[in-house]
């Protein structure tokens, strides 16, 4: 199975900060990486496809980037609402699996 | 708009089988892009994939790798829902379950859960 190994675990930010998260796959996974939003008691919400592609309503302060095995997850400018746990997954192949995800919290 | 609706037990006893089932609403099990899927979330093993079912002029199915001796998931298309069915169960299986919805994007192999059920919290005790 693919692992995927995302840095920092969690993260304090002040709304209005620059955040950036990175996953780390165990194997060249090209593009097929996508990222969630989970708030506490809720369903993972889809936030990025593809590595880059925007997933429709979300907003654009969110942007992906990356390939091969390294990602990167960017929120430009927090928002409150954006206080979440993230997390990667990989699509190259079954099984899909998940990074450990990273907890965003209030500074 | 896609809505998922997951129904089951909350508690099933060791070595018992801990059974779901999702019924869908503004989409097709048997629609030919689409997938239905079972994960897991728990603090000791986070988002877990469990497997999936597909149909493509006949039914598919993927298993994930730690429960691939012990899963059965299963389409029912007269009442437009799928099921999971987990064997011989251990408080490691104690978590919340969730049915969803992955998608290919059109002309790749980009596979993403675009929607999900609201969770079903499965505690595995006697």
């Known amino acids: 199975d693919i692992q995927l190994t995302q840095s920092p675990s969690s993260l304090s930010a002040s709304v209005g900060d620059r955040v950036t998260i990175t996953c780390r796959a165990s194997q060249s996974i090209s593009d097929y990486l996508n990222w969630y939003q989970q708030k506490p008691g809720k369903a993972p919400k889809l936030l990025i496809c593809?590595?880059?592609g925007l997933h429709s309503g979300v907003p654009s302060r969110f942007s992906g980037s990356g390939s091969g095995t390294d990602f990167t997850l960017t929120i430009s400018t927090l928002q409150p609402e954006d206080f979440a746990t993230y997390y990667c997954?990989?699509?190259?192949?079954?099984?899909?699996?998940f990074g450990q995800g990273t907890k965003l919290q209030i500074k | 708009q896609v809505q998922l609706q997951q129904s089951g037990p909350g508690l099933v006893k060791p070595s018992q089988t801990l059974s779901l089932t999702c019924a869908i609403s503004g989409d097709s099990v048997s629609r030919d892009s689409a997938a239905w899927n079972w994960i897991r979330q728990s603090p000791s093993r986070g988002l877990e994939w469990l497997g999936r079912?597909?149909?493509?002029?006949?039914?598919?199915?993927d298993y994930g790798t730690s429960v691939k001796s012990r899963i059965t998931i299963n389409p029912d298309t007269s009442k437009n829902q799928f099921s999971l069915q987990l064997n011989s169960v251990t408080p490691e299986d104690t978590a919340v379950y969730y049915c969803l919805r992955g998608q290919w994007l059109v002309r790749t192999l980009q596979y993403y859960f675009d929607n999900w059920g609201q969770g079903t919290l499965v505690t595995v005790s006697s």
């Open positions: 997954q990989q699509s190259y192949n079954a099984p899909y699996t």
């Open positions: 079912i597909y149909y493509r002029s006949k039914w598919y199915v």
């Open positions: 593809a590595a880059s």
